[in-house]
């Protein structure tokens, strides 16, 4: 009777064990994520205390130190976790969409209609300020052919990728017939863009993927319940009332705006909206809210921590965060299609 008790309360109380482990790994993640921006305060091409750093964000050092973290160094750390945290939710809303642990931003071919539209941007001379406009508005043409595309066949997971990588071999190839084409003096800026560089990052760039989050994420957590019906099958989602058309059009737009809004600001940063998604199924669950959060925050920490490594151990030239993901990333995407093929 006592072991049936036990076995009963074990039982009844997994659940909240589950919720309490998740809560602390979504704290845990965000104060990472404070503590490596309160870090990052402190790179740049003259280190400061992490007592000067501080005093500066709250603008009580001298006046010099004030002006580079506020204006400069701050900017670059909230662009880095707001893009990063957009990757993460994008390929959580991806994967669960195709049901396809490959699902991502980037092998959909948004990232390349969102370089595609920069570099075009860049040869026609548009101002700097209005370049994350036009990635912008290359990610959401990428997609409408997708979802075009898509459509005509029959809007299954299969089609969806094999379209995205249509569209991404296609933006692809045409991004670097135009940075061939380019003035020789336009051709830094387009290098720069497509290493996913955060430098030079303003308070408009902030204010800018601040907005697109604002408006993208609250729509994601909405979707999360019946994206987790369509992950089980279509079939037991409209058995379930989920809408599934309309559904997949909702998510692929919420994964679109959260992705292009962050290359709009970084440039093309890989891996993060690939990898962040598994990670956090590793150490969060298959949880809904909570796994989404914990992509976000992941996603947010990697591009953060990217762009501080290609600060710190490149000094004092140092690499575009892109660049690092880029490293990190080949090596886990050739890991996860081994692993995929012995399934």
Do not use: C, K
Not at 25 to 52: E, H, K, N, P, R
Not at 103 to 127: C, F, H, K, Q, W
Not at 208 to 217: I, M, N, P, T
Not at 218 to 232: F, I, K, M, Q, S
């Amino acid at each position: 009777m006592t072991a049936v008790t036990e076995a009963g309360g074990l039982a009844a109380r997994g659940p909240t064990f589950a919720r309490r482990r998740r809560v602390l790994v979504v704290v845990g993640l965000a104060i990472a994520v404070l503590l490596a921006g309160l870090y990052a305060l402190t790179l740049g091409s003259s280190d400061l205390s992490w007592i000067d750093a501080a005093a500066a964000l709250i603008g009580a050092g001298e006046s010099g130190a004030v002006f580079v973290v506020r204006g400069l160094r701050l900017p670059r750390i909230l662009v880095a976790v707001a893009a990063g945290a957009g990757l993460g939710a994008s390929g959580t809303l991806l994967q669960g969409l195709l049901r396809n642990p490959l699902g991502s931003p980037d092998v959909m071919g948004v990232t390349a209609g969102a370089s595609l539209a920069a570099v075009l941007a860049i040869g026609a001379e548009v101002r700097p300020l209005l370049l994350p406009a036009a990635a912008a508005g290359g990610a959401g043409l990428a997609t409408l052919v997708l979802h075009f595309v898509s459509t005509r066949a029959g809007a299954s997971g299969a089609r969806l990728i094999l379209a995205g990588i249509g569209i991404h071999a296609a933006a692809s190839a045409a991004t670097v017939l135009t940075v061939a084409r380019l003035p020789f003096g336009r051709l830094g800026a387009a290098e720069v863009w497509l290493a996913g560089s955060l430098h030079a990052r303003n308070w408009t760039h902030v204010t800018g993927v601040g907005l697109a989050l604002a408006l993208a994420v609250p729509a994601a957590l909405t979707l999360v319940r019946r994206l987790g019906l369509l992950e089980l099958g279509d079939e037991l989602a409209v058995g379930a009332g989920v809408p599934v058309r309309a559904t997949r059009i909702e998510l692929l737009v919420a994964a679109t705006i959260l992705a292009g809004a962050a290359v709009a600001v970084t440039g093309p940063i890989g891996f993060v909206a690939l990898g962040a998604p598994h990670i956090a199924r590793r150490i969060a669950g298959q949880a809904g809210v909570a796994t989404l959060l914990t992509a976000a925050l992941v996603g947010a920490l990697l591009v953060l921590a990217a762009d501080v490594v290609g600060q710190r151990l490149f000094h004092p030239t140092p690499i575009a965060a892109g660049v690092v993901t880029a490293v990190l990333g080949a090596p886990y995407l050739l890991w996860l299609l081994h692993r995929w093929g012995r399934r």
